[in-house]
């Protein structure tokens, strides 16, 4: 009896270990994409401040390099992708570990209904 609570209080400690590390991960990468959010702010504010002094080409030549703004917008947009990927599979992970709380709920309560039958 001492030997199955033991070994089930192990089991939830590094259920409750996975879990922090993985939330701990998740806020990591947030504010990795807040602070690139944060950097991409001037491109934006830099092109909404005014019209452009520079007298635009009727025609446009070899294309250059891409606009920092749409940059900016596409890394955005790529981030905030990644983050719902993320979340998507914390959320699964999290399913599972209340699957298994909930598996070894109901194996600790078989384990006693036995034991009272004896």
Do not use: H
């Amino acid at each position: 009896m001492a030997d199955e609570i033991v070994v089930a209080s192990f089991v939830v400690a590094i259920i409750a270990i996975a879990f922090t590390a993985l939330n701990w991960l998740e806020s990591r990468k947030a504010r990795r994409l807040l602070e690139t959010m944060v950097k991409s702010l001037p491109f934006i504010t830099k092109r909404w401040r005014g019209p452009s002094k520079k007298p635009k080409a009727s025609v446009p030549t070899v294309p250059t390099a891409p606009d920092p703004v749409k940059v900016a917008a596409e890394e955005r947009r790529r981030l905030r992708l990644e983050l719902e990927k993320q979340k998507l599979q914390w959320r699964q992970n999290k399913d599972i570990a209340k699957a298994i709380g909930w598996f070894l709920d109901r194996m600790s309560e078989d384990g006693e209904g036995e034991d009272d039958d004896n």
